[in-house]
């Protein structure tokens, strides 16, 4: 049985970098853009779980933030839109811990919160903050029973898990979360022979990059997931994350390109791509491919999220293009 969608329209805070903006005026600044989000459609808000800045979104050195104390922050002074990381790192923190935080984000944001969670991938901020980098095979294993013991404690009075890694004994999370069934919990990563087989086996939501004919590859895997283990996969909300750029002039949009595509290290006509890019037509045209593909949701992140009109526009359009 299909559930209702995790999201429809997501906006992730990935860059911290605003021109102008002194660091201790940074949150306020990043209070606005979620107030300004709210008022523009989208239905939830994300952050990225890196402590460097990663290459696809500025330089190293740029200033980024801690993700769930960032997180925790914004479900006090937010009201509609749902909160998550997209998608925490699970080498970062000790499950059990992990599922705490996201209750306590649930309990002040009123039942908001989701839970974004993957194996991780950036070895080198985890080399420079001290923390074990396992190879790939160990860290799905280790996410699997992470995902399983946050489950237990979103679920259960006093939980219970032993496994290879991760083990609990009558761990109490009180209070609990809003929802009895805890927060949702939202998978990231497109690996096809473990990773989706995770998603089919424990996950509320899913979500995948690349463009609509990888998407739709992507959901016939997990359909075929899914259907191995006798779970329906509409039961899981499929979520797509990419950039967006909403302008009426091509000289913008070619200028935005070139910016996305050498974060990618792209040429700009691929990063076109990559992208919602063009006129709020063009844009929703392309959201229907990605409806068509099997998408539930779509998670934009922009260029500039300080420009609160360019903001609006793109909040405005994914909306429109999800109701059409």
């Known amino acids: 049985m299909s559930r209702p969608a995790i999201t429809r329209v997501g ?3 990935a860059g911290y970098s605003f021109p102008g903006v002194m660091d201790n ?25 890196h402590v460097h800045q990663i290459a696809s979104v500025g330089e190293p050195d740029e200033p980024i933030l801690e993700a769930y104390t960032t997180l925790a922050a914004l479900a006090a002074v937010t ?14 923190r000790n499950p059990a811990l992990l599922a705490k935080m996201v209750t306590t984000i649930d309990i002040i944001s009123g039942g908001r919160a989701v839970l974004g969670i993957g194996a991780g991938w950036h070895e080198e901020e985890c080399r420079a903050y001290g923390m074990d980098f396992q190879p790939p095979r160990e860290r799905l294993a ?9 489950r237990a404690m979103f679920t259960e009075h006093a939980a ?16 609990g979360p809003v929802n009895p069934d805890g927060p949702p919990i939202l998978i990231g990563g ?28 992507k959901i016939e895997v997990l359909e075929r997931a899914c259907a191995a283990v006798g779970r329906d996969s509409g039961e899981i909300s499929k979520t797509w994350l990419g950039t967006a750029i909403v302008t009426d002039s091509e000289a913008e949009l070619q200028e935005a390109l070139e910016r996305l595509g050498s974060l990618l290290g792209v040429a700009p006509s691929a990063a076109r791509g990559l992208a919602l890019c063009g006129t709020p037509a063009e844009v929703r045209r392309q959201v229907a491919e990605y409806r068509a593909a099997g998408i539930d949701g779509v ?9 609160l009109d360019h903001l609006h526009r793109v909040g405005t359009t994914l909306r429109e293009a999800m109701d059409d």
């Open 190 to 217: 497109g690996g096809e022979r473990v990773l989706i087989p995770l998603v089919a086996r424990h996950a509320d939501a899913c979500n995948f990059f690349g463009g609509p004919a990888t998407v739709r590859h």
């Open 160 to 175: 219970r898990f032993s496994g290879r890694f991760h083990s609990v004994d009558e761990a109490l999370n009180v209070p």
């Open 11 to 13: 906006l992730q805070l």
């Open 25 to 49: 005026k940074l949150f306020q600044h990043i209070v606005d853009i979620a107030h300004a989000a709210e008022a523009s459609g989208f239905d939830s808000l994300w952050t990225m779980d």
């Open 79 to 92: 009201s509609t839109a749902r909160l998550g990381v997209l998608v925490s790192c699970n080498g970062f």
């Open 142 to 150: 280790r996410l699997d029973e992470a995902v399983q013991i946050c």
């Open 299 to 307: 998670i934009a992140t922009v260029l500039d999220a300080g420009d």
